[in-house]
């Protein structure tokens, strides 16, 4: 039934459609942004399934937030637009459609390439930060499926409180910086002392979120996947900084790694998530 659902995978810049036939993806990106509305996303699926060459059975979506029993968005921050929404506004000619929350989708197709009994654990570096794991053959949900907002996870600097998505996100790294992704890629591509700050100074966070993964659930995987984790020196800076403060031998037996498809990872998750019943 796979080849008849499609993953759709929302993000704060850009909404990342996906379906498969004959043995081919059919793929297709329109723009977001924190003021995209309900209706808009709805016409861009729409259009986007009348091009495909079969009917569509299922839609999993990957939402950036807290979703509530795979049909609810009780809170984006990254797409305000969504919130308290109901899957069912997303359905077309009769589709199934399942919302889940972006991060915890990456988890749902990485951890398919490993081990049932492996404890893995997926981040997302995107416009914010997230982190999923499973263990025990079991996704860690949480009470009401919100567990893994790390990007929420409260970090002292000097005399203040930040959160990790303040110091280490694609949305704080762009608002220091103080221009669009393209300008900065230029810029340290160019090594840029000031965009090169920057970036390690995010990447040095992002590492000990890592570090707190690493001691908290003492995986055998990571995987470390979103575009904010492509900046140069960012990964780099994470993992030096997570060796130097998880613990030693929780490190030692942790491989860290990058998504088997970096491009497609979540919307993969999230239409491989409609299989699930």
Known sequence: MIKKN??????????YMLAEHDGKYIEKKVPTGKEIKPE???KYIIDFIEDLP????????????????????????????????KS?????????VKFINDVKAALVEEASYYPEDYTVSVFMAGTGIAVATKTNKEIVYGANSWAGE?????????????????????????????????????KLENEDKEA??????AGYYFGIGLAITINLFNP??????????????YFETALEVASENALKQAFESCEIKRPKDMKRIVALGARKYLEKD
């Open 40 to 42: 808009m996303l709805k």
């Open 196 to 201: 090169e700050k920057i970036i390690r100074e």
């Open 54 to 85: 079969f009917g569509v059975e299922g839609i999993g979506m990957a939402i950036p937030g807290l979703v509530e029993d795979e049909n609810k968005v009780n809170f984006s921050n990254v797409v305000p637009g969504l919130n308290g929404l």
């Open 6 to 15: 499609i993953g759709i995978d929302i993000g704060g810049t850009k909404m």
């Open 220 to 233: 055998n995987i990571i995987v470390v996947g979103g575009s904010t984790s492509t900046y140069k020196n």
């Open 150 to 186: 790390i990007g929420f996870a409260p970090i002292a600097v000097k005399d203040k409180v930040y959160k990790l998505d303040e110091l280490s996100s694609g949305a704080s790294i762009l608002k220091k910086f103080d221009g669009n992704v393209e300008e900065l890629i230029k």
């Open 88 to 96: 069912e506004y997303f359905s077309y000619k009769g589709a199934k």
